[in-house]
C-alpha cells in the first residue's frame, strides 16, 4: 500500500513513560495543565462517541514501546550553555553625591523670562518665603535628604551658589576618595543662564557680580569614571551633546599622545589608561531647545522631583488631571500630605504604592530595554536604577508638559507602555479608601495589583512557549516575592516557568529574582521546601556556577534538612539531591561543607528507595563528593559506600547502574597516596565493576566501565606495562620454538585467539539447509572488522605463528589462560584488567570500543617509549595483513571473574583461522600495526594532549538535562493537540487499513479466489541477500548481505531508500533481523553471528544506532566454526514483555529483557545440537525452539530455568528448518525432508502431517494465515495451504517468456500481516509476490 509521507514525519519521537500530573506530587497540582485537558473534553452525546472510540483504539494506544527512553532518543550529550549575562561582570556602587545648586535667589538669570504666575518650589520648598541664604541652605538640606532614601550610606558633598575652584575643588576631592566606584554629579541651575553651545555650564564668582562659564571638558576631566550626571535646568540636551564631543575629543588627545610617546622611544606603560567617557551615564531634564514647565501648580525642578520624590509627583500629576474632569476620587492636593503609612512598610498606603510602582517601572524597563542595557542601568547600582526607575516617570510627566528629558545612554519611549494604566487603576483604588481612612479611621485594605497580575501571568503560562514574546509579568513575580500573602502562588507559578526550558531560567535570572531566592533560603516554612528545591533545582541545571554563593551563604543546609525530611515526597529528594550534587561538582569548598554535613552518610541512606531518578542522582552525588577529595573517599570506605554501590550494578533502570560505575570510577580517581590497603580496595572495585558490567547491555553502562578503569590503568600502569612486555615476550618464544605451520594465528596481547578454518560457510538464513554446505573462504579475512582503521604512528612487524596444538577458548581472552607463563607471574586482577579492555576494545557500541582502544594505546606507549630499541619494535619479516589492530571477535565474556566455569560454545575446539606458510606471504604489509598516537573524535570523548589523556563521556551533563528539561507535561498520548499524538493517530489509521485489507486476502484465500503468484516487484541489488524482512504496516522491504543493510520501498516505484553497514567484524556476518514497535514506524534489529545485536532507528532514511551490545558473547561465527555447522545467531521478538529471545551454537537460550536491557534468563538447551530457528507465542506465553537433530522444545519462561522446558517433540526425523506460532497456541514446523507438521501446544503430538514430496532447503510460514512457503531442491518455490495441505501455485525458476527470472533462493520470509512474499536469490536479485485474484 503506498504510504503518504507528509502526514508522518520520520524521526517523530513517541515518548512513552508516564509523566507525573502535578509537579510537586500532588501537593501543589497543575491546575493550568487540568484546565487545558478538560476544555478538550466533549459535552452531551459527542462525549460518548469519544469513549467508545478510544475504547476501539486502546490496544494500538497501549502497546509499549522498546528502546523508547531518553537514553535511545536523544543523543548522550549536555546542553551547549551560553555564557551567562544575568550576573554581573563587576558590581558598581556610588559612594560619592556631588550637589551643586546654582539658584542665586532673588535674581533671574537674564537669558530666560519667566511667566507670572511662575513655578518657584525647591524641593518643595518656596525659596521666596525665607531669607535667600536661608533659602538656598533648606534647599541643599532636602535635596541630600531626598537623594539619601535611594542611597543612605553614599558620601554626600553640599555645593551652594559655588565657585569654579570650588567645583574643581569638590570633583575632584570626591573622585580621589571613591577610586574605581561610581560618582554622582547634580546640577540644578535654574539660577544661572543657560548651557552654551560651546558646551559650558555657569557658576559663579566669590561676589555673585558674574557668571562664570565651567566647559564641561574640564568637569570631565575632573570627575572621570564611572560617573553619573544629572542635568536640570532649561536646554540641557545641549550638555548631553557637548559631553559626547568632548569625549571624543579626549580619546584623540589620548592617542596622539601615545603616538608621540612611541615615536621618541618612550615607555607608553607609564601613561593611564583613558576614561571610558562615553560609557557614563547623563540625565537630563529637557531636549536642547527646550525650557522647563513654568506651571505655578507644578516645582520649579520638577524633574528633580520625579527622580527623587516620584510617589509625591505621581500622586499630585494624578490628582491634577482628576481635576480637570478624569475619572477618580475626588482627593485634594492637600489630601495627599495626609496619606498613611511609610515607604518601607508595604501593609500601609503609602508603602504598598511605592512597592507598586517600583514593579510597574521595572516591568516597563525589562519589557522595553536590552537585556544587557536593562542589567547596566536597573541591576548594578542600586541607586542609578531608583534613578533610572524614576525617570520612566518623569518622561510620563514631564511629556505632558511638552517637555522631553534626555538620556545617555538613550532609551525607547515608554511614557505610553500600558503598564502606565495599571498604575492610575491602582493609585485610584487606593486614594479612593482615603477619605474613609483620615475621616472615619476606616482600616486600608490592599490593591489587588499583585493578585491581578498573578491571574495574568497564568493565563500566560497556560499557552506559553518560547516562540512566544515573554510575559510582561516576571518582574512583578519578583516584587510579589517580598509579600508573605503572595509568596506561595508567586513561588508557584515561578516554578511552572522556569519548567518550560533554560531560556525561560535565563529569562528569570535576567530579571533580578536569583538574590531573592537565595534569601528564601532562610525561611523556615516547610510550605515553601518543595517550591523552593525545585527552582534551585532549575536554576542549577543552567547555571551552577551559583554552587559558590549557596555555600558562601551556607544554604545548602537547607537542602541537607529537605533529604533528612522524612515528610518530603521522593521527587522533592531528587531535586534536593541534584542540587547539592550540583554544590560539591569540582568545588573543594562545597565538598568540604557537604563532608561536614554528612552527606555520604545521608545519600547511602536513601539508596533504597523506589524511584530510579533519585537513585541514580544519589550515586552520582556520591561520585561528585569525593570526585579528587581523599577525605571523602575514606569517609565513604568507612561507611561501606563501595559495597552499598555495587548493589546498584544490577539495578533494573541502566541510568542507575551507569551512575553507580560513575561513582566507583571517582572513588578510584581520588585516592592521592598509594598504600596497600588503598590498592587492595581499588583492584576489589575493579574486579567487581569487570565482573558485573562487562556484559551489561547497555552501552551506557559500558562507556562509564572504560571511563572508571582508566583510573585503574594510571594507578598501576608500570604493571600493566610489565605485563604487555612480558606477554610479547611469550609470544616471541612461540614463534621462535614453534613449527611454523600457520601463518596468521593472533596470538599477541591484543590478538590473543588462535583460529583457523580450510573452509567457511556462507550463511544462509534461519529456515535454510544449504547453511550446512561449507563454501569457498573469505578473501582478506579479518578478525575483527576495524580494517578501515588508520594507522599511524610507530608500527610494528611481528610474526603471528601457533602451533595447531595450541587451542583455545575465547574466555581465554580475558584472562590470558593460553599464557601460562604469564599467568604465573602476574596477579589475576592485572590479567583480567588487560583482558576486559581487550573485549571492550571489540565492543559493538562504536564509543565504548573508541573508549577503551585508547585507554589500551596508553599502555602501548609507555611500552614502546621503554622499550624503543628492543628487536620487538624491528621489522621480523612481511606476511599477510589479515586482521586489525584490535582483539578478535566473540571472546568470552566476564563471567570468569565470579570464578565459574564460563558459558562454553559447542565447538570444543577453535582451529586456526586461516592455514597459510610463509612463503605466500606478501611483502611490504606488517602482522601488527598500531597507532601510539592515537586521538578520538567521537561524542563523549575529552582528548588531550599529554602524558595521561583523560577519557570522559557526558553521561552525568546529559542526565542533569533531566531538570533543565520540562518535568511538567501532559503525556503525549494525553495531549490530543501534539504532534505526537497526530502522528500515532495517523499511523493507527494506517494500521487499520492494512486490517482491512488483511481481511479480503484472507476471505478469498479462504474462497479459493486466489493465488500467491503476482509479482509485485522485482529489483536488482548490490549484494546476497541472507536475510529479507517486510514491515508490517509499510512497503519498506529490508534486505540484509553479509555486512550491510539494504531498505527498498516497493510502491509505486520501486527504489532502494537507504544502504548502511552493519559495522560487525568481516569474520561474522548478519544472520537475523527483526521488528520492533512495528507497529508504529518500528525499530530495525539485526543480529550477527558472533553473538551481536544491533538496534537502528529512522532506518527508512538515515539510520542511527540505538543501543548494540553481545546477547550471545559465546557464539562462534560460522566463519571461524571449522567442520561445525550452524545457523548462526537466531532471534524473536515478544513486543508484549518486550523481550528478545537469542539462541545459536550454544547450550542456552538467553531471554533478554529490553526495558531494564539485562539478561533475563537463561534456558538450559541440548548439550548434543544447536537450535534452527525461535518463535514466541505472546498468548500462551510459550517459547518454541527447533533443532538440528529434529526435536523442538517448549519452554515456560515463567518458570524456573531448570524446570521451564515443558514439552518436547521428536517426530521430525531431520533438521528442522523453522517453525512459526500462531493463534489458538498453534505451532506448525517443517524439515528437510518436505514434512510439515501442525501442533497444538497443549498436546503431546502433532494435529497435522503435511508431506509436500520433495527436499527442502528453505521454508518459510505465514505468521496469520494458513500459507507456508517452500524452497526445494528441484529449484522450485511453492505456497501451501495449511489447512489442506494443498498446493496453492508454483513459482518456477523461469515461469514464461515474459515471467520473472530468478536464481537460487537464499531467504525467503512472509509479510507478518498481507498475503506477500519475498524471495531473495543468489543472483542478488529480490522479488515481492502479492495475492492475485481471478
Request: proline share 6%; charged share 20%.
Amino acid at each position: 500500500m503506498p504510504r503518504s509521507r507528509d502526514p508522518s514525519p520520520r524521526g517523530m519521537i513517541l515518548p512513552s513513560a508516564p509523566l507525573r500530573s502535578g509537579w510537586l506530587g500532588g501537593l501543589m497540582p497543575v491546575k493550568a495543565l487540568e484546565d487545558t485537558m478538560n476544555s478538550l473534553s466533549l459535552g452531551g452525546a459527542e462525549v460518548g462517541e469519544e469513549v467508545e472510540e478510544s475504547e476501539e483504539k486502546t490496544e494500538f494506544w497501549d502497546i509499549p514501546l522498546a528502546f523508547n527512553s531518553p537514553r535511545h532518543l536523544q543523543v548522550i550529550s549536555g546542553d551547549e550553555m551560553e555564557m551567562q549575562t544575568w550576573r554581573m561582570k563587576e558590581r558598581m556602587k556610588t559612594v560619592s553625591v556631588a550637589l551643586v545648586v546654582c539658584l542665586n535667589v532673588g535674581v533671574d538669570p537674564p537669558d530666560v523670562m519667566k511667566t507670572q504666575p511662575c513655578a518657584r518650589k525647591e524641593c518643595w520648598i518656596d525659596p521666596m518665603s525665607l531669607n535667600p541664604q536661608k533659602a538656598v541652605e533648606t534647599i541643599g538640606t532636602n535635596l541630600q535628604r531626598q537623594y539619601e532614601r535611594w542611597q543612605p550610606k553614599a558620601r554626600y558633598r553640599l555645593s551652594l551658589d559655588p565657585t569654579y575652584d570650588e567645583v574643581k575643588r569638590l570633583t575632584n576631592n570626591l573622585r580621589r576618595s571613591a577610586r574605581d566606584e561610581r560618582v554622582l554629579f547634580h546640577y540644578n541651575g535654574h539660577g544661572v543662564p543657560k548651557p552654551t553651545t560651546n558646551g559650558e555650564i555657569w557658576v559663579f564668582n566669590r561676589s555673585f557680580t558674574q557668571y562664570i562659564p565651567l566647559s564641561i571638558f574640564e568637569l570631565q576631566t575632573w570627575m572621570g569614571t564611572p560617573s553619573i550626571y544629572v542635568y536640570d535646568c532649561n536646554n540641557a540636551g545641549i550638555i548631553v551633546e557637548s559631553f559626547k564631543t568632548f569625549a571624543e575629543q579626549h580619546e584623540r588627545e589620548y592617542a596622539e599622545q601615545m603616538r608621540n610617546i612611541n615615536s621618541q622611544g618612550g615607555n607608553s606603560a607609564d601613561i593611564p589608561n583613558p576614561p571610558s567617557l562615553r560609557n557614563c551615564i547623563q540625565l537630563a531634564a529637557c531636549s536642547a531647545d527646550q525650557l522647563l514647565p513654568m506651571s505655578p501648580d507644578l516645582p520649579a525642578d520638577l524633574f528633580t522631583s520625579c527622580l527623587t520624590t516620584p510617589i509625591k509627583v505621581a500622586l499630585r500629576w494624578f490628582v491634577m488631571k482628576n481635576e480637570k474632569g478624569h475619572l477618580g476620587p475626588k482627593v485634594s492636593l492637600d489630601d495627599l500630605e495626609k496619606i498613611p503609612g511609610q515607604f518601607g512598610d508595604r501593609r500601609t498606603m503609602l508603602g504598598e504604592l511605592n512597592w507598586i510602582f517600583t514593579a510597574i517601572t521595572d516591568t516597563i524597563a525589562w519589557n522595553t530595554l536590552p537585556r544587557e542595557t536593562f542589567q547596566k542601568l536597573f541591576r548594578q547600582d542600586l541607586l542609578v536604577a531608583s534613578l533610572f526607575r524614576n525617570f520612566l516617570l518623569s518622561e510620563r510627566i514631564m511629556r505632558s508638559c511638552d517637555c522631553t528629558p534626555v538620556s545617555q545612554p538613550p532609551l525607547p519611549y515608554t511614557y505610553q507602555h500600558p503598564m502606565w494604566e495599571a498604575w492610575d487603576l491602582a493609585v485610584d483604588m487606593c486614594l479612593s479608601q482615603l477619605q474613609g481612612i483620615l475621616l472615619h479611621d476606616k482600616p486600608y485594605s490592599p490593591s489587588t495589583f499583585f493578585e491581578e497580575q498573578l491571574t495574568a501571568f497564568e493565563v500566560w503560562l497556560a499557552q506559553g512557549s518560547e516562540d512566544r514574546a515573554p510575559p510582561e509579568q516576571l518582574p512583578i513575580v519578583l516584587q510579589v516575592l517580598l509579600s508573605q500573602a503572595h509568596r506561595l502562588r508567586a513561588l508557584e507559578l515561578l516554578g511552572r516557568f522556569l519548567d518550560l526550558g533554560p531560556w525561560a531560567v535565563n529569562l528569570v535570572l535576567s530579571v533580578g529574582i536569583y538574590p531573592y531566592v537565595l534569601k528564601l533560603l532562610q525561611a523556615n516554612a516547610r510550605e515553601l521546601r518543595p517550591l523552593l528545591v525545585f527552582l534551585w533545582a532549575k536554576i542549577l541545571a543552567v547555571d551552577s556556577s551559583c554552587q559558590q554563593d549557596l555555600v558562601r551563604d551556607q544554604s545548602h543546609r537547607y537542602f541537607l534538612a529537605v533529604l533528612q525530611d522524612p515528610a518530603m515526597l521522593t521527587e522533592h529528594k531528587t531535586w534536593s539531591v541534584f542540587v547539592l550534587s550540583s554544590i560539591v561538582q569540582g568545588y573543594k569548598p562545597g565538598q568540604d561543607e557537604a563532608l561536614a554535613g554528612n552527606l555520604i552518610t545521608l545519600c547511602l541512606n536513601e539508596l533504597e528507595e523506589s524511584d530510579p531518578v533519585l537513585r541514580q542522582w544519589l550515586a552520582i552525588c556520591l561520585g561528585r563528593i569525593w570526585d579528587g577529595h581523599e577525605d571523602a573517599r575514606w569517609r565513604g570506605a568507612r561507611d561501606n559506600a563501595p559495597e552499598r554501590l555495587f548493589n546498584l550494578l544490577s539495578d533494573p533502570v541502566p541510568e542507575v547502574r551507569a551512575a553507580a560505575v560513575y561513582a566507583l570510577g571517582t572513588f578510584l580517581n581520588s585516592c592521592g597516596s598509594r598504600t596497600d590497603h588503598a590498592n587492595s580496595l581499588d583492584q576489589t572495585i575493579g574486579l567487581r565493576l569487570l565482573q558485573t558490567c562487562l556484559d551489561d547491555g547497555s552501552p551506557l553502562v559500558r562507556r562509564e566501565l572504560v571511563v572508571a578503569l582508566q583510573w585503574l590503568v594510571y594507578s598501576f600502569l608500570p604493571n600493566l606495562v610489565n605485563l604487555c612486555k612480558t606477554l610479547h615476550d611469550e609470544d616471541e618464544d612461540r614463534v621462535r620454538f614453534s613449527t611454523p605451520t600457520l601463518v596468521g594465528a593472533p596470538t599477541s596481547p591484543r590478538n590473543v585467539l588462535n583460529k583457523s578454518t580450510k573452509t567457511d560457510m556462507t550463511r544462509k538464513p534461519k529456515g535454510s539447509v544449504s547453511s550446512l554446505a561449507p563454501s569457498s573462504s573469505y578473501n582478506e579475512l579479518n578478525v575483527t572488522g576495524y580494517s578501515d582503521v588508520s594507522v599511524q604512528g610507530t608500527t610494528r612487524k611481528l610474526k603471528r605463528i601457533m602451533s595447531t596444538q595450541a587451542q583455545s577458548s575465547y574466555s581465554s581472552l580475558a584472562t590470558l589462560s593460553m599464557f601460562s607463563g604469564v599467568t604465573s607471574k602476574f596477579k589475576p586482577f592485572f590479567l583480567k584488567l588487560w583482558g576486559g579492555l581487550l573485549l571492550l576494545e571489540k565492543d559493538p557500541d562504536p564509543l565504548v570500543s573508541s573508549l577503551s582502544r585508547n585507554l589500551l594505546d596508553i599502555v602501548w606507549k609507555k611500552m614502546n617509549q621503554k622499550e624503543r630499541s628492543a628487536d620487538m619494535f624491528r621489522s621480523q619479516g612481511s606476511h599477510l595483513d589479515i586482521h586489525s589492530r584490535s582483539a578478535p571477535s566473540s571472546p568470552g565474556r566476564p563471567t570468569f571473574l565470579l570464578g565459574e566455569s564460563p558459558p562454553t560454545s559447542l565447538n570444543t575446539t577453535l582451529p586456526n583461522l586461516l592455514q597459510t606458510s610463509e612463503n605466500n606471504s606478501r611483502p611490504g604489509q606488517s602482522w601488527f600495526q598500531r597507532s601510539l598516537f592515537s586521538a578520538i573524535h567521537e561524542e563523549g570523548i575529552t582528548s588531550e594532549d599529554g602524558e595521561n589523556a583523560t577519557l570522559s563521556t557526558q553521561f552525568i551533563e546529559w542526565s542533569a538535562k533531566y531538570f533543565s528539561n520540562q518535568l511538567m507535561r501532559l503525556n503525549s498520548n494525553d495531549d490530543k493537540q501534539s504532534d505526537t499524538y497526530y502522528c500515532k493517530d495517523w499511523m493507527q489509521t494506517r494500521n487499520d487499513l492494512i486490517c482491512q485489507r488483511v481481511d479480503q486476502e484472507q476471505r478469498s484465500l479462504l474462497q479459493g479466489t486466489g493465488k500467491l503468484d503476482e509479482q509485485i516487484g522485482g529489483i536488482k541489488i548490490f549484494q546476497p541477500p541472507s536475510v529479507v524482512l517486510m514491515h508490517p504496516y509499510d512497503n519498506e522491504v529490508v534486505v540484509a548481505g553479509r555486512d550491510s543493510v539494504s531498505v527498498y520501498e516497493f510502491s509505486q516505484t520501486q527504489t532502494r531508500s537507504n544502504t548502511f553497514s552493519n559495522k560487525n567484524p568481516k569474520i561474522s556476518q548478519i544472520t537475523a533481523m527483526e521488528f520492533m514497535n512495528g507497529h508504529v514506524d518500528g525499530l530495525l534489529v539485526t543480529g550477527s553471528d558472533d553473538g551481536a545485536v544491533r538496534v537502528y532507528r529512522d532506518w527508512q532514511k538515515d539510520q542511527q544506532l540505538v543501543s548494540a551490545w553481545n546477547l550471545l558473547p559465546e557464539l562462534v561465527p560460522q566463519s571461524a566454526a571449522g567442520d561445525r555447522i550452524s545457523v548462526g545467531l537466531c532471534l524473536t521478538w515478544d513486543s508484549c514483555s518486550r523481550v528478545l529471545a537469542a539462541a545459536g551454537d550454544t547450550k542456552y537460550i538467553r531471554l533478554w529483557d529490553c526495558d531494564s536491557e539485562m539478561k533475563l534468563v537463561d534456558l538450559p538447551s541440548s548439550a548434543d545440537s544447536f537450535v534452527t530457528s525461535l518463535s514466541m507465542n505472546e498468548s500462551a506465553r510459550l517459547l518454541a525452539a527447533t533443532y538440528y537433530d529434529g526435536s523442538i522444545k517448549l519452554y515456560d519462561p515463567r518458570l524456573h530455568p531448570a524446570s521451564s522446558r515443558v514439552m518436547m517433540y521428536r517426530e521430525h526425523g531431520k533438521f528442522v528448518l523453522n517453525c512459526r506460532s500462531q493463534e489458538n497456541s498453534r505451532l506448525i514446523s517443517g524439515c528437510t525432508d518436505g514434512i510439515i507438521k501442525v501442533w497444538d501446544m497443549r498436546r503431546q503430538s502433532s494435529i497435522l502431517t503435511i508431506n509436500t514430496g520433495q527436499n527442502i532447503i528453505i521454508l518459510d510460514i505465514h505468521e496469520n494465515a494458513p500459507l507456508f512457503a517452500v524452497w526445494t531442491m528441484s529449484s522450485q518455490l511453492s505456497v501451501h495451504n495449511l489447512n489442506n495441505g494443498k498446493l496453492l501455485n508454483q513459482i518456477r525458476y523461469q515461469d514464461g517468456i515474459l515471467g520473472q527470472r530468478f536464481g537460487s533462493v537464499n531467504c525467503l520470509r512472509f509479510h507478518p500481516h498481507l498475503l506477500r512474499l519475498a524471495a531473495g536469490s543468489g543472483d542478488s536479485y529480490l522479488s515481492l509476490y502479492g495475492l492475485r485474484k481471478y
